[in-house]
T-cell receptor
């Protein structure tokens, strides 16, 4: 089974802090994604990556950056956390290049609270 | 651009009753469609997917969905629900133009009542 692991289930950070959310997948997937989930809005794509050191902006990239130095690891960085970034963050991976129609596999989520 | 509509934000239903969760999408090309379930404080788990072929797709936990191209719909059904089906359900779409990304609907919260 594919396993996508997010480093923290719950985080509480202060406004202005730099925050790192880590995600690791163990199935050699090429694609990795970061979403945020808010009530009534579903999942919104922040960033995705289709290869090591490659990244593309999603629908809501402002205030975030990402890093993918190794194929299995995709990090989301909040440069200066703000209260409006309080949310559930979900990491996902999928098979990748040339394989349309493959599903995404999700981690357990990180519930981030910024105070 | 793609979009996914889930018309019902909340669906309450009694145990052992049938349920249908509605999903409509907009896309002008061939699509791949997915239903995911999210239990409280968990990530999303795939219920079923439509890639091609038969329009009736069977998934896990007794769920099934029917792809209707003319109505651009992919409604999820279960003939008899259990308390354990209480969760949030998300419809998602990807297509050959959108590459390998997914667009998710806003979700439907299914509450199964005893």
């Amino acid at each position: 089974d594919v396993k996508v692991t997010q480093s923290s289930r719950y985080l509480v950070k202060r406004t202005g802090e730099k925050v790192f959310l880590e995600c690791v997948q163990d199935m050699d997937h090429e694609n990795m994604f970061w979403y945020r989930q808010d009530p009534g809005l579903g999942l919104r794509l922040i960033y995705f990556s289709y290869d090591v050191k490659m990244k593309e902006k999603g629908d809501i990239p402002e205030g975030y950056s990402v890093s993918r130095e190794k194929k299995e690891r995709f990090s989301l960085i909040l440069e200066s956390a703000s209260t409006n970034q309080t949310s559930m963050y979900l990491c996902a991976s999928s098979l990748g290049t040339g394989v349309l129609g493959t599903e995404a596999f999700f981690g357990q989520g990180t519930r981030l609270t910024v105070v | 651009a793609q979009s996914v509509t889930q018309l019902d934000s909340q669906v309450p239903v009694f145990e052992e009753a049938p349920v249908e969760l509605r999903c409509n999408y907009s896309s002008s090309v061939s699509v791949y469609l997915f239903w995911y379930v999210q239990y409280p404080n968990q990530g999303l788990q795939l219920l079923l997917k439509y890639l091609s072929g038969s329009t009736l797709v069977k998934g896990i936990n007794g769920f099934e969905a029917e792809f209707n191209k003319s109505q651009t719909s992919f409604h999820l059904r279960k003939p008899s629900v259990h308390i354990s089906d209480t969760a949030e359900y998300f419809c998602a779409v990807s297509d050959e133009n959108y590459g390998q990304n997914f667009v998710f609907g806003p979700g439907t919260r299914l509450s199964v009542l005893p």
